[in-house]
């Protein structure tokens, strides 16, 4: 099946650590893209890929990092410089230029003890 | 900033009964999506309009749109329980070099009775 994963599903990190999200797309996209929901709030945009070894930093780029080291990956760390880092990530993709369509991943929930 | 606002925040009603939800937006578009999410899952797309195209159906959605007034709306006929879901619209142009960045409202949260 033709798809997004995202893993793990649950993630449970301790303050200070840095911690990396996974995302995977076997949908031959070029652009990949990493949200963060709050509750009750919309996705707001982390970081984006328009192609490998290319990013940009969306909204809220400060205390994330990411890489595009293949057209198929696009992890996301999220590190100890993020303040607030409890939430709901959400990885997408798009395909060929002008499609504007989203293909969403199931999401990571991290939780920071 | 979000560009689409969803309204109303939450809808409640009973199976059977029409849902419909709005989505404003502030600036030029492209085209307007919808997208469903149910709880703690990732957004699944639901119907795209394009920036000249004023109603589009599918199966059970009717989505509209008025440019001149830069708002939207979602009709979902004969809900049904397995409806219950978050509803966002994502408004955008197309970025220069082909990439979409879409903006999304909060959503409007449905619940379907049964």
């Known amino acids: 099946d033709g798809g997004i994963t995202q893993s793990p599903k649950y993630l449970f990190r301790k303050e200070g650590q840095n911690v990396t999200l996974s995302c995977e797309q076997n949908?031959?996209?070029?652009?990949m893209y990493w949200y963060r929901q709050d509750p009750g709030q919309g996705l707001r945009l982390i970081y984006y890929?328009?192609?490998?070894?290319?990013?940009q930093k969306g909204d809220i780029a400060e205390g994330y990092s990411v890489s595009r080291e293949k057209k198929e990956s696009f992890p996301l760390t999220v590190t100890s410089a993020q303040k607030n880092p409890t939430a709901f990530y959400l990885c997408?993709?798009?395909?060929?230029?002008?499609?504007?369509?989203?293909?969403f991943g199931p999401g990571t929930r991290l939780t920071v003890l | 900033s979000q560009q689409g606002e969803e309204d109303p925040q939450a809808l409640s009603i009973q199976e059977g009964e029409n849902a419909t939800m709005n989505c404003s937006y502030k600036t030029s578009i492209n085209n307007l999506q919808w997208y469903r999410q149910n709880s703690g899952r990732g957004l699944v797309h639901l119907i795209l309009i394009r920036s000249n195209e004023r109603e589009k159906h599918s199966g059970r959605l009717r989505v509209t749109l008025d440019t001149s007034k830069k708002s939207s709306s979602l009709l979902i006929t004969a809900s049904r329980a397995a409806d219950t879901a978050s509803y966002f619209c994502?408004?955008?142009?197309?970025w220069g070099g082909g990439s979409y960045i879409p903006t999304f409202g909060r959503g409007t949260s449905l619940i379907v009775h049964p």
């Open positions: 890929s328009q192609i490998v070894n290319d990013f």
């Open positions: 949908l031959n996209h070029d652009a």
């Open positions: 994502a408004t955008g142009p197309s």
């Open positions: 997408a993709s798009t395909g060929q230029a002008n499609t504007d369509t989203q293909y």
